[in-house]
Structure formats: structure tokens, C-alpha cells
């Protein structure tokens, strides 16, 4: 089994914390298959992930990568195998790689933010005063409180992608999922990112899980990378960064 995460450890000890040999993995794949239709994509998929751990999922396009993502998600049942998570679903939180929002809605940032709360807050009820708390945190967390109530539809693409990760952290999750975070936005931007994602592993002790296409890019981004490509997955093992 591929375990993603258990070199934390090393993180861990340097910092004064405990070991990952505390944690159950947040997630766990035993031989699993996926597809649609009873027609296999991706085959033999067993691995582990860990807290704290910032791993890079990369193949090309249509490769499997979103369907692993589902997956895990509980979007997509397995064809084959087991898999078992240790938090619930509501401790997930995903960035999809594009937003399904209506461009001619008017929505500020703040507001596609507040979508993340949706989950605890009943239909036509207003957002109570603790979440427009947990609204304000988490644009300080992505480093963008001054946009929140710029339009939406009116951001860059990188800075999108970062209210749309603070979406993400309104579910106060213990995993983040990202597909193709780090498509179609300029440099400047994935550096933003990256270092968030880095912030989120190391700081807050997250699971971080992304896909990319780009494979010199996640190389140079993750302390693990998952490889997938004609319907075969396998880990190319990277050493952990103790510092962002």
C-alpha cells in the first residue's frame, strides 16, 4: 500500500509534536477499482493518506485523476476493493476545477465564500454571526479580506481559485481535494496558492490532495506525488519539506 503522509513524522518531531504513529490515516484504499458503467478507468489503487501531508496527483488529462477524486469524495462507487475514511465527509473539503457558478448572478467573494457554511445553515435562514465570523477568518487565511465584496465574476483567475479554497475551509476540514488547482493561473498566483497549501499542511496539520496535468510542476510543489497514466497508479516518493 502506498502510505502518503507517514514521512510526516520527521515534520512532526521537528516541530515538538507527536508522530503520525498517533493518527489513523484519513483515508484508505485497499485495491480498489473505478469507472463508469462497470468499465474500469483505473485499477489496484491501494494507499493511504495521512494528516499533514501535501501530495500532488499527477497523469494527463483523462487520465483518472477526477475519478479517484470522486471517489474519495463518496461520489462515484467503487467498482472493486475497499475504502474507508476516518472523519466524515463533512470534514472534506473539495475545490472543483471550475466553479458551476452563473456568471450573470451578481455574487461578491465573500458571498461564494459564505456557500461553504451552506451545510449548517438552514434554507432562507441568515448566516448566523459565528459564520460571518468563520467567513472573515478564513479570507485572512487565504490573504485576501479586502476582495470580499468585490464582485466575483470581476477577480483574477489565481484569486478566484483562493476564495474558492476559503469556500473549501468553511467546512473547518481535516482534507482539502483540488482538482487543477494551479491550471490557467499566472505565476504570481501559483506561488499565492502553493504557499497557502504549503501554510495548510504545516500550520493547520490538513491533508492536502491536488491534481495536476503538470507533473514538472507538482514535482516541485508536493512531498509526495501519485502518478496515473493507462489506468496504472504508483507513488514517486518525495522527502518532506520542514519549512513552507
Not at 458503467?37 to 501531508?53: F, R
Not at 501519485?226 to 504508483?234: E, L, P
Request: hydrophobic fraction near 40%; include cysteine; charge should be positive.
Amino acid at each position: 500500500m502506498i502510505s502518503l503522509g507517514k514521512d510526516v513524522d520527521e515534520t512532526q518531531t521537528a516541530r515538538g509534536g507527536s508522530s503520525t504513529g498517533q493518527f489513523l490515516p484519513l483515508v484508505s484504499l485497499q485495491n480498489i477499482s473505478l469507472g463508469y458503467d462497470s468499465v474500469p478507468v483505473v485499477q489496484g489503487i491501494s494507499l493511504a493518506i495521512y494528516p499533514s501531508s501535501l501530495i500532488g496527483l499527477a497523469g494527463p488529462n483523462g487520465s483518472g485523476k477526477t475519478t479517484l477524486f470522486r471517489a474519495i469524495l463518496g461520489l462515484l462507487p467503487i467498482l472493486g476493493g475497499s475504502l474507508s475514511r476516518s472523519c466524515p465527509l463533512s470534514n472534506f473539503g473539495y475545490v472543483p476545477q471550475s466553479a458551476a457558478l452563473d456568471p450573470h448572478f451578481p455574487l461578491s467573494a465573500s458571498e461564494v465564500v459564505e456557500m461553504g457554511a451552506y451545510g449548517r445553515v438552514r434554507s432562507y435562514q441568515f448566516l448566523p454571526l459565528k459564520e460571518k465570523e468563520r467567513v472573515r477568518e478564513v479570507l485572512h487565511q487565504i490573504g485576501l479580506p479586502h476582495l470580499a465584496e468585490r464582485s466575483f465574476f470581476s477577480l483574477s483567475g489565481g484569486q478566484k481559485q483562493r476564495m474558492l479554497i476559503a469556500r473549501a475551509l468553511m467546512v473547518n476540514p481535516k482534507i482539502m481535494i483540488l482538482d487543477e488547482p494551479l491550471s490557467g493561473v499566472d505565476e504570481e498566483s501559483r506561488k499565492s496558492i502553493t504557499d497557502l497549501l504549503l501554510k495548510l499542511t504545516r500550520e493547520k496539520g490538513l491533508a492536502v490532495f491536488f491534481s495536476s496535468h503538470d507533473l514538472e510542476m507538482v514535482q516541485r510543489v508536493a512531498d509526495s506525488i501519485v502518478r496515473v497514466d493507462k489506468g496504472q497508479i504508483w507513488l514517486e516518493e518525495r522527502k518532506a519539506r520542514l519549512q513552507p
